[in-house]
């Protein structure tokens, strides 16, 4: 334990799993305190529970402004001040661009790129009022490159991919301290990428061959990701903002 996020306050969302949990549980160990955002309240707790008084958990709809508000604040509060946002929550999607629905398309971009939209309009001045800090988005590969079936996916990560930019520069542009950063994962052992094995047909078969379709050989881990989210954050990436990091077992270098 190095405790390189020492005094550090992160708002996580999508915290009660995958990801957002592994990010949790990592920053923690590094020395900050974290608030848990997430709409599953029984998780959620879980990771309270094994994280400690470091935590607390907040019922949070990335899709209300209202909740993006009074969570926000909420956390600023109880922990004294904020100056970390990570926008993890997210969903997935099926469906080319004749096949998807405009219910579908605006379920997908209200939690994949409205939600980090509110997340950095509202967390901004709360980190700006801390003296600076760091805000890490959660894109996707699919953010980088096309993917036939997933137009409404590939159409939000790819618009989270900019946005992030044209936060980290307007924040660069005010001198307020804050940096803007993403993070592109492929496939990751998470409950989401579960999810998609088990509604195959041939669940084994086609983990098989998402890992052949990664260089490495292998699917990337939470902890892993965790890991670049870290240093992210932590004071050591202080010159780092409106990049993209890679995280993809060498994936978009075919």
Partial sequence: MTNRLDGKVAFITGGASGLGRAMAEAFAAEGARVAIADIDRTRGQDVVRSIGAAALFLAHDVTSEEQWIANLGAAASAFGHLDTLVNNAGVGSRGDVENTTLEEWRRIHAVNLDGPFLGCKHGIPLIAKAGGGAIVN?????????????????????????????????????????????????????????????????????????????????????????????????????????AEFVFDGGYTAN
């Fill in 138 to 242: 959660v894109s996707s590969v699919a953010g980088l490159i096309g993917a036939r079936d997933s137009a409404a996916y590939c159409a939000s990560k790819g618009g989270l991919r900019l946005l992030t930019k044209s936060v980290a520069l307007h924040c660069a542009h005010r001198k307020n301290g804050v940096r803007c950063n993403s993070i592109h994962p492929v496939y990751t052992d998470t409950p989401m990428v579960g999810q998609m094995l088990a509604e195959s047909r041939q669940p084994d078969k086609m983990l098989e061959a998402l890992k052949a379709m990664i260089p490495l050989g292998r699917l990337g881990t939470p902890a892993e990701l965790a890991a670049m989210a870290v240093y992210l954050v932590s004071d050591e990436a202080r010159f780092v903002t409106g």
